[in-house]
């Protein structure tokens, strides 16, 4: 597993645009409904950016997000997967599967945004989590969480 995740992303908000870490959440999430945000700072001052310029003073962090990702995947599959499945809210930002998909050689049309759904078929044995679905048995060393 990777220990980054969408609280990076949210820290890189909070950092670009001096939010506390709600807003910054509440933006981030954001990012994939609206075109324009309207937030206020710390400090009260009002604000009010597109979502592209938004994404592009946190792009550097979505890269190494993603990067990192890639990383741990290709070192556990030993070459690029057939598909990636990306759960959970920091996957969601515009681009994110895009990134990822990029950064282990796989065509952007399979690396996908799921549900929890994707869980039902889960469990640890020891210190790994066992994942099964129709594609492989995919097993993750939990101890780098």
Same mark, same amino acid.
């Given at each position: 597993m990777v220990s980054v995740a969408g609280d990076e992303i949210t820290e890189a908000l909070s950092k670009a645009f001096l939010l506390d870490f709600d807003t910054a959440e509440k933006l981030k999430v954001g990012l994939n409904i609206k075109d324009k945000h309207t937030f206020s700072d710390i400090v009260g001052m009002s604000h009010e950016f597109e979502t592209h310029e938004i994404l592009e003073r946190i792009d550097p962090v979505i890269k190494s997000v993603t990067q990192q990702i890639a990383e741990r995947?290709? %070192?556990?599959?030993?070459?690029?997967? =057939?598909?990636?499945?990306?759960? /959970?809210? /920091?996957?969601?930002?515009? /681009?994110? #599967?895009?990134?990822? =998909? =990029?950064?282990?050689? *796989?065509? =952007? @049309?399979?690396? $996908?945004?799921?549900? #929890? @759904?994707? *869980? @039902?078929? #889960?469990?640890? %044995?020891?210190?790994? !989590?066992? $994942? !099964?679905? #129709?594609? &492989?048995? *995919?097993?993750?060393?939990?101890? &780098?969480?």
């Open positions: 995947i290709l %070192e556990f599959n030993e070459s690029a997967p =057939s598909a990636i499945f990306c759960i /959970g809210g /920091g996957c969601q930002i515009p /681009g994110f #599967t895009q990134f990822l =998909s =990029s950064a282990v050689d *796989l065509p =952007s @049309e399979r690396t $996908v945004i799921k549900g #929890t @759904e994707m *869980l @039902e078929n #889960t469990y640890f %044995e020891g210190d790994k !989590l066992i $994942v !099964l679905n #129709t594609l &492989h048995l *995919l097993v993750l060393d939990i101890r &780098h969480f």
